[in-house]
Protein backbone atom coordinates (compact mmCIF):
# COMPACT_ATOMS: atom_id res chain seq x y z
CA UNK A 1 0.00 0.00 0.00
CA UNK A 2 2.88 2.64 0.86
CA UNK A 3 3.67 1.94 -3.23
CA UNK A 4 0.69 3.89 -3.80
CA UNK A 5 1.58 7.25 -1.77
CA UNK A 6 0.78 10.32 -4.07
CA UNK A 7 0.48 7.95 -7.18
CA UNK A 8 -2.11 8.67 -9.91
CA UNK A 9 -4.16 5.30 -9.35
CA UNK A 10 -4.41 4.43 -13.04
CA UNK A 11 -0.36 4.21 -12.81
CA UNK A 12 -0.69 1.11 -10.39
CA UNK A 13 -0.67 -2.15 -11.44
CA UNK A 14 -3.85 -3.48 -10.89
CA UNK A 15 -6.20 -0.58 -10.82
CA UNK A 16 -5.37 0.88 -14.46
CA UNK A 17 -8.15 -0.48 -15.88
CA UNK A 18 -10.86 0.25 -12.32
CA UNK A 19 -12.75 2.78 -11.46
CA UNK A 20 -10.85 3.80 -8.11
CA UNK A 21 -13.40 4.11 -5.63
CA UNK A 22 -13.07 3.55 -2.24
CA UNK A 23 -14.12 0.18 -2.45
CA UNK A 24 -12.32 -0.89 -5.31
CA UNK A 25 -9.07 0.68 -3.63
CA UNK A 26 -9.85 -1.28 -0.40
CA UNK A 27 -10.65 -4.62 -2.58
CA UNK A 28 -7.05 -4.13 -4.59
CA UNK A 29 -5.06 -3.28 -1.13
CA UNK A 30 -7.19 -6.59 0.22
CA UNK A 31 -5.69 -8.76 -2.45
CA UNK A 32 -2.32 -7.50 -2.37
CA UNK A 33 -2.04 -7.44 1.27
CA UNK A 34 -3.50 -10.85 1.77
CA UNK A 35 -0.94 -12.57 -0.39
CA UNK A 36 1.85 -12.71 2.43
CA UNK A 37 -0.12 -13.10 5.47
CA UNK A 38 -2.08 -16.81 4.34
CA UNK A 39 -1.01 -19.48 6.43
CA UNK A 40 0.50 -17.33 9.04
CA UNK A 41 -2.29 -17.95 12.08
CA UNK A 42 -4.43 -15.12 10.95
CA UNK A 43 -8.37 -16.02 10.84
CA UNK A 44 -8.59 -12.51 8.79
CA UNK A 45 -7.82 -9.36 7.35
CA UNK A 46 -9.51 -5.90 7.47
CA UNK A 47 -8.38 -2.63 5.40
CA UNK A 48 -10.06 0.37 5.82
CA UNK A 49 -9.68 3.17 3.01
CA UNK A 50 -10.52 6.62 4.50
CA UNK A 51 -12.42 9.26 2.16
CA UNK A 52 -12.46 11.45 4.88
CA UNK A 53 -12.51 11.58 8.48
CA UNK A 54 -16.11 10.34 9.02
CA UNK A 55 -16.20 7.96 5.98
CA UNK A 56 -14.02 5.10 4.61
CA UNK A 57 -14.73 2.11 2.51
CA UNK A 58 -13.56 -1.20 3.79
CA UNK A 59 -13.17 -4.73 3.03
CA UNK A 60 -12.81 -7.47 5.45
CA UNK A 61 -12.69 -11.49 4.51
CA UNK A 62 -11.47 -14.52 5.95
CA UNK A 63 -7.18 -15.28 5.32
CA UNK A 64 -8.19 -18.98 5.35
Known amino acids: AGSMHYRDL ?3 SG ?3 VNTT ?3 VA ?3 WEELAKPLH ?3 LES ?3 R ?3 SPDAYAA ?3 ALA
Open 39 to 41: GRG
Open 45 to 47: LTV
Open 59 to 61: RED
Open 27 to 29: SYC
Open 10 to 12: NEV
Open 49 to 51: IWE
Open 15 to 17: LAE
Open 22 to 24: AEA
